[in-house]
């Protein structure tokens, strides 16, 4: 009786580890070269900031059109001044300088970019149909009270597509 026991430990322990590495590979392989690799609509870094963009309120086209829509979230009046976009090395591609400002109440909306009320010619670097990129956006804005040059910044992660 022992033989046996000792025997089938030997057999796990020889094969049970090239077991494991197989099925850890092959779930690699599995994840990387068959599973959904669709891009996912995401707004990061604009949460806590007065001046945000709206969560799937935004568009990139192939030729680098964008368009969004911002809102404000404070308490009191902004005057957006500038509205900047740019690559994924912060390197500023294109921007657009809103004279004498626009101003939005609390809560208010205003629609940026192609087709919108202000910076309608703004573009971000283009791609092909489909590709997934790292857009950064910057947004410099006065209040109210008189705090001047304010600056929301963060990026949008968005699939580019084809214009209609």
Same mark, same amino acid.
């Given at each position: 009786? &022992?033989? &046996? =026991?000792?025997? %089938?430990?030997?057999?796990?322990?020889?094969? =049970?580890?090239?077991?494991?590495?197989?099925?850890?590979?092959?779930?690699?392989?599995?994840?990387?070269?068959?599973?959904?690799?669709?891009? @996912?609509?995401?707004?990061?870094?604009?949460?806590?900031?007065?001046?945000?963009? @709206?969560?799937?309120?935004?568009? @990139?086209?192939?030729?680098?059109?964008?368009?969004?829509?911002?809102?404000?979230?404070?308490?009191?009046? %902004?005057?957006?001044?500038?509205?900047?976009?740019?690559?994924?090395?912060?390197?500023?591609?294109?921007?657009?300088?809103?004279?004498?400002?626009?101003?939005?109440?609390?809560?208010?909306?205003?629609?940026?970019?192609?087709?919108? $009320?202000?910076?309608?010619?703004?573009?971000? /670097?283009?791609?092909?149909? $489909?590709?997934? &990129?790292?857009?950064?956006?910057?947004?410099?804005?006065?209040?109210?009270?008189?705090?001047?040059?304010?600056?929301?910044?963060?990026?949008?992660?968005? /699939?580019? @597509?084809? /214009?209609?």
């Amino acid at each position: 009786m &022992k033989r &046996k =026991g000792q025997s %089938a430990t030997e057999y796990l322990m020889t094969y =049970g580890w090239a077991l494991l590495a197989i099925a850890i590979v092959g779930g690699l392989l599995y994840m990387y070269m068959f599973s959904n690799k669709e891009c @996912v609509k995401t707004v990061k870094g604009f949460k806590d900031q007065g001046i945000s963009i @709206v969560d799937n309120h935004y568009q @990139v086209l192939t030729n680098g059109s964008i368009s969004f829509m911002l809102e404000n979230r404070m308490d009191e009046n %902004a005057t957006i001044t500038k509205i900047s976009i740019m690559n994924d090395r912060g390197e500023v591609v294109d921007s657009c300088t809103i004279s004498p400002g626009k101003e939005l109440y609390p809560q208010e909306r205003l629609s940026v970019g192609l087709g919108g $009320d202000v910076c309608p010619s703004l573009t971000a /670097p283009p791609a092909s149909k $489909d590709a997934c &990129k790292r857009i950064g956006i910057s947004i410099t804005y006065n209040t109210e009270t008189g705090l001047d040059n304010m600056i929301a910044s963060g990026t949008i992660i968005a /699939p580019y @597509v084809a /214009p209609a």
